[in-house]
């Protein structure tokens, strides 16, 4: 897009580029900023004042500021977008491709776990550990089940950070080696082990936990201290705490 434009010219190439299919929504500044910081192939930024979208960039992450200006453009987000995003803008990126992403998850020795979440099926858990394992230095998040973890709403709820890690779809016979820590309530306590970097961590799904399939491909069954009577934590939440136990950069 260039910067003489008109809105509808803008527009016009916004839906162009928003019916790829290797395209996805960034709604919001928040991921707009992640996923410039890490590498992405930004296309397309609108927004109904640039203006404003610049000040918020030079005030809020400068290090992309320059971008940010260079890509935005006027056009109403309303005619564009189901629901507009508090702070007004919008963008789409190339969403990577699979081989190099299957490549950095097969890769030994493996510097980070990765988190495995077995059959999820909210959009906003998946997003909130694809943060996670971003701010952890996780290897990746995979996923298995019908969810698309490249959903915009977990996008959304990833503020970006899709593109600070590795996010992928596999089945069960196509995971990366190593050894398998399926968390689970009935498990042995996680504060007597130390958790490998090359493990892959694996929590069950929202309403079923751990699948049988899964269960039995485990090395060990771990557990998160919890009071009795409680059943369970939140998916996000146990994530965070299994990760935190591993250690992750700031640890390092
Ligand atoms: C909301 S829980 C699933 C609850 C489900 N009704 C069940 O029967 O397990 C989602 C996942 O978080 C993890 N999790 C939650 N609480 C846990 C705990 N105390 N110890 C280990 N893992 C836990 C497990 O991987 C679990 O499958």
């Known amino acids: ?49 640039p203006g ?24 109403p987000l309303k005619e564009l977008l189901p629901r507009a995003h508090p702070t007004g803008v919008a963008a789409l990126a190339v969403r990577p491709g699979r081989e190099a992403g299957r490549a950095a998850l097969a890769r030994t020795p493996r510097p980070a776990p990765i988190v495995l979440l077995d059959h999820p099926r909210n959009l906003g ?34 503020a970006g950070l899709h593109y600070a890690t590795t996010v992928d779809r596999m089945e069960l016979e196509e995971l990366p080696a190593g050894p398998v820590y399926a968390l689970d309530p009935e498990g042995e306590d996680i504060r007597a082990l130390t958790l490998p970097d090359d493990a892959l961590l694996a929590f069950g799904s929202e309403r079923h936990g751990i699948s ?9 069954l771990v ?12 998916l ?6 299994t990760l935190f136990h591993w250690g992750g950069p700031a640890a390092r």
């Open 125 to 158: 858990n998946v997003g909130a550990v694809v943060r996670l394992a971003a701010g952890f230095g996780a290897t990746g998040v995979v996923t298995r089940g019908d969810l698309d973890p490249w959903h915009p709403n977990v996008v959304r709820a990833g």
């Open 223 to 234: 557990s998160l201290p919890m009071r009795p009577q409680v059943s369970s934590y939140n």
């Open 52 to 75: 404003a979208v610049r000040e918020l960039a030079a005030g809020l992450a400068p290090d992309v500021e320059p971008e940010v200006a260079r890509l935005v453009r006027r056009a």
């Open 1 to 49: 897009m260039s910067e003489r434009q008109g809105s509808g010219e803008v527009q016009r190439e916004w839906r162009e580029c928003a019916d790829r299919d290797d395209v996805v929504l960034l709604d919001g500044f928040h991921a707009l900023k992640h996923a410039l910081r890490f590498g992405a192939e930004v296309l397309a930024v609108v927004a109904d004042e």
């Open 236 to 241: 996000a939440t146990s994530v965070a705490m």
């Open 212 to 220: 049988p399939e899964l269960r039995a491909r485990a090395d060990h």
